[in-house]
């Protein structure tokens, strides 16, 4: 009989829900907290002391993990979302398991040094060149699995539905041009067949996603969702990222992406749309009623020269925020949180949208939620043991103690401040080192070398 590793954490300064509490001790058995006490003014014996702010952990809901090798590339000279993607199939055309593996772990291990615990992987580079199926159908997928276990970090690995290149008809869609034969299971009947193989496991959740109403036939929406539904995951899809994406799905069915969405009962609870970008009165009301989620990745979004969601509108109208890296233009989910709130003050001429509570919510339980860890993303009993510490004494963030909130944090700090984090229990970066890929940096250089020509 095994016992399960207990260890006791003694947090200089916690945010606890609502705001920051000085001394608190954080007890863990396994990857669960068992109890929280405040009004520690000293760490008790044997405890492990985290100097700083210490923040639930911090939840990507949207990774493309190979984008990661744009980084430095894609930012040379102008273009648009489209001219961005011929780069972004050139990477991808060079991937096998084995090197997507080696990418992935030093992404993740990357995430896990920004004092993220969770990452929801949205997978569809699913097969080999041309479309041939690996032995195992799911390699690419099982080397993303294996990747954050290696990296440290729980994955919802969030198998993606792209059978096509372009909208024709509610039967068909335009065939997959020569790259995205890689990521197309020819039909979303087969795409579930693959995607049921996969399993979940302690570390690792099995969710869904339809790339966009681009990548699936208006008629094979619904076998996603059904997919998803029947097994009580997570579903997710870009939705409304482009103006053309708009323009084209009007021109053929008469109706938004999102409407089409709604119509083929793609959306609801457990489904998030990523980017939700330009959208209609209309379209914000159908994500709000329905309690669909919206994930928002404005660095990502600037980068590609997307535009700025409305954020505010839907939340007021009942779609939980969440944040994702997405490309990882940057990893650092304290920026994406500040960004969502100055690409609102840019918009409307006024300042004070959200509340830190408000932002932290998005950074960790609410993008835990999304992803299907709905037990994390708090400091509380019962809670998986996520924990992020913040350096309060680095150049950006040192000054005032946080007696009130978290501000000086999140407007100002990056992960590069991130001290510690613990994932599940574990203590993954320690003083800023990753405990299981000690130099980060040579392992994405040399993964990322792996793919150049």
Known sequence: MTTER???YWLEHAWLDTHVEPGVTVEVSGDRITAVRTGADAPPPG???????T???????HSHAFHRALRGTVQVGSGTFWTWRETMYAVADRLTPETYHALARAVYAEMALAGITTVGEFHYLHHGPGGTPYADPNAMGEALIQAAADAGVRITLLDTAYVASGLLDEERGKPPNRHQLRFSDGT???WAERASLLKDRDHARIGAAIHSVRAVPARQLGTVAEWAGARGAPLHVHLSEQTAENDACLAVHGRTPTRLLADHGVLGARTTGVHNTHLTDEDIVLIGRSATGTCMCPTTERDLADGIG?????QRAGSPLSLGSDSHAVIDILEEARAMELNERLRSHTRGHWTAAALLRAASADGHAALGWPDAGVIERGALADLTTIALDSVRTAGPVPRLGAEAVLFAGTSADV???VAGGRHVVRDG????VPDVPSALTEAIASLRD
């Open 55 to 61: 923040l639930p952990g911090l939840a990507n809901a």
């Open 47 to 53: 405890a492990t002391v985290l100097r700083g702010l």
């Open 419 to 421: 001290r510690h984090t």
């Open 433 to 436: 080192v990753h405990a299981l």
């Open 6 to 8: 207990t260890d006791t």
């Open 310 to 314: 409305p954020a505010v509108r839907l």
């Open 188 to 190: 979303t009947q087969a």
